[in-house]
């Protein structure tokens, strides 16, 4: 059982930025964030290897970066030039599977109570 803890949502306006944090009780090889909007489906949006591969959707590449520290048990995701589109609860994800060292998709074995990000002017 991995446990997640998000932090760091907020209301901004477009174009600012924000920085997600997800403190887990454990790193797992695949970990990741997604979001989902009212009405909407689940969108998975960034997630790491155990060995830094990262993968983005279309919809946040180049605007979003995540990043993991085994050292402080630490996911964050820095979200630059935000956009109304980008509204959301955000959820910190993780796989955990002893035998892989790669994800197999987006994560979603665990994930955290989600933090809200709203983008408005």
């Known amino acids: 059982q991995v446990q997640l803890q998000e932090s760091g949502g907020g209301s901004v306006q477009p174009g600012e930025s924000l920085t997600l944090s997800c403190v887990a009780s454990?790193?797992?090889?695949?970990m990741g964030w997604f979001r989902q909007a009212p009405g909407k489906e689940r969108e998975g949006i960034a997630r790491?290897?155990?060995?830094?591969?990262?993968t983005y959707a279309a919809s946040v590449k180049g605007r979003f970066t995540i990043s993991r520290d085994a050292t402080k048990n630490t996911l964050i995701l820095q979200m630059n030039n935000l956009n109304p589109n980008d509204t959301a609860m955000y959820y910190c994800?993780?796989?955990?599977?002893?035998?892989?060292?790669?994800?197999?998709?987006?994560?979603?074995?665990?994930r955290g109570q989600g933090t809200q990000v709203t983008v408005s002017s």
């Open positions: 790491v290897e155990s060995f830094g591969r990262k």
């Open positions: 454990s790193m797992t090889h695949c």
């Open positions: 994800a993780a796989d955990e599977d002893p035998f892989r060292q790669t994800c197999g998709g987006w994560p979603s074995d665990f």
